[in-house]
């Protein structure tokens, strides 16, 4: 027998929306055709001039170990980026580059966690916040949110009634996966005065900033008070607005005590995030906006059409996303569970969704359906489903 493992590490589980494409391969290897709306990953290609800038990066010889917090002419450009677009009073000294929102918020984690600690998590959540809390040997608590009309809101007295004196942070998201609801000011407020009430710090997951449909504003929790600010972490990055998921590029907003602390653990697991990445950043920031507006509009388009063709399916009902590229759909509790359903229409419709269940025990009877893919296969996947559904 080999040497025990970490148990911190075998605490750790796998990934809902992975395994669920696992089994599509394995249908796609036999001949059978898969819609796909599980995977969170834009179907566009990356920008132009970040194409031609990464390539310029590495003939000029750029390929060499940087700054562990980024390149300074990133994090300024970074700055200057958030001030225009959020509103985020960030000095460069306070932005770190990192692996992507991944890298930020596991860094993060460790920035601001001890072995026993608690991380309240406002649920339905992005899965790997439980994992990434775990590997700390501190533990996620699932605060369930309450629906209405259709839409997960948050509820402070929920927040609330999750905190303990073991209590460290509250992970909030917005624009809001599995929801597609960007948060408003007023919930905002309310996650703020819970964090200020307890000491706790705010883990602010933004990586789907740009991604905002219909008159709907991201704000960032960090805008909600100078309170706020000095107690708030944002992790965001290029890989949602940009379609340069596989790149990994990300970064931290951290107040001035904590923003030393991420460079050094950045420096200490990855050295620095990937040179050219950061010379093609630049690039991202500097001349590719007019494609993340095109990507928007696109997304926009197509996520009122996912609305459209689920609520034409008896029983389902499915609010015209906010944010992100993700519509959520309730599903009548007289069906089987959300992961019966999942594998339901994996074999029986050919279409990959994923069961609300992977987003905590409050998402059950729901589905999340990625828009990140083209129309023509989303009416395609539509068709499918209101052939397939109700289960018969
Ligand atoms: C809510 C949320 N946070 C963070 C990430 C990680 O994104 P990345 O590391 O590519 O920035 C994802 C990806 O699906 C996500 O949905």
Redesign the pocket.
Known sequence: MPPEISKFAQSLGGSTVVAMRRKADALEADGKRIVDFGI??PDFNVPPSVQEAAIAAIQSGQGKYVDPAGLPELRALISRFEAQHHGTEAAMENIVVT???????SMIMRAILNPGDEVVMIEP??G?YRQMIRLCGAAPVGAAMPVIDGRFVVDANCIASAVTARTRAIVV?TPW?PTGRVLSRGELSSIAGIAAQSDLWIVA?E??SELVYEGAQHLSVASISQDAADRSII??????SFAM?GW?L?YCIAPPVLAPVLTKINHTTTRCATSIVQHAALAAFEGSLSDVAYMRAEYARRGAAVARGLNQIEGVLCPVPEG?FYALAQIPESWAGSEAIAEYLLTEAGVIITPGSAYGPSCENYIRLSFATSIDLIEEGLALLRRALPPS
Do not use: F, I, M
């Open positions: 969170g990953e692996n992507g929102s991944y890298g930020a918020l959540c992005w790997p998201n996966n997951d990586v789907y992790a965001t990055s290029l890989s949602k998921t990994r990300g992100t």
